[in-house]
T-cell receptor
């Protein structure tokens, strides 16, 4: 099993360009998440999904859109990239379990630079 | 947003030393998780603590949840270079157990 994979690993965009980050998981997990990580700020939740066809906003959703057309995939879109979106983006997935056994599995990240 | 404050932000020690990192909040949590992140990788779960006063051990790592469930600590005994990484505490909440993270403690263990 590959776990959680993310495409691409690195990307450089110019201000105003658009792009889509792809997350795929092969663990049959219901829940999927997108986080961004900036220096000194830990990880912050952008959007999440509790199942195919459903999405919800997290802490920092502005400037991003998401889609979950298939259970195994969660796409993060930037319609008009801004320098403030320069960050490392992590996707994660998990199963709905009791709080003591909940574990999120993270992908390796996508490093995005917006010039 | 219920903030998680981690301290220290940076820690550099020699191999064999002991260390403690802290995660504090003004709010009560139903549970708290600790993750470790190595360069170029995503975070990996180390432990979940649920009960106030709970202590969990993972080899040389000891995790404690405060009695009032507002704080937690991670103690590493006889640190090794392989312990180097970013240690993050996180609070699961909401319909999807989505995580709110602390800002992290960057640990460097020198040989």
């Amino acid at each position: 099993n590959a776990g959680v994979t993310q495409t691409p690993k690195f990307r450089v965009l110019k201000t105003g360009q658009s792009m889509t980050l792809l997350c795929a998981q092969d663990m049959n997990h219901e829940y999927m998440y997108w986080y961004r990580q900036d220096p000194g700020m830990g990880l912050r939740l952008i959007h999440y999904s509790v199942g195919e066809g459903t999405t919800a906003k997290g802490e920092v959703p502005d400037g991003y859109n998401v889609s979950r057309l298939k259970k195994q995939n969660f796409l993060l879109g930037l319609e008009s990239a801004a320098p403030s979106q320069t960050s490392v983006y992590f996707c994660a997935s998990s199963k709905p379990r009791g709080i003591e056994y909940n574990e999120q599995f993270f992908g390796p990240g996508t490093r995005l630079t917006v010039l | 947003t219920q903030l998680l404050e981690q301290s220290p932000q940076f820690l550099s020690i020699q191999e064999g030393e002991n260390l403690t990192v802290y995660c504090n909040s003004s709010s009560v949590f139903s549970s708290l998780q600790w993750y470790r992140q190595e360069p170029g990788e995503g975070p990996v779960l180390l432990v979940t603590v649920v009960t106030g006063g709970e202590v969990k051990k993972l080899k040389r790592l000891t995790f404690q949840f405060g009695d009032a469930r507002k704080d937690s600590s991670l103690h590493i005994t006889a640190a090794q270079p392989g312990d180097t990484g970013l240690y993050l505490c996180a609070r699961p909440s909401g319909s999807a157990r989505q995580l709110t993270f602390g800002s992290g403690t960057q640990l460097t263990v020198l040989p």
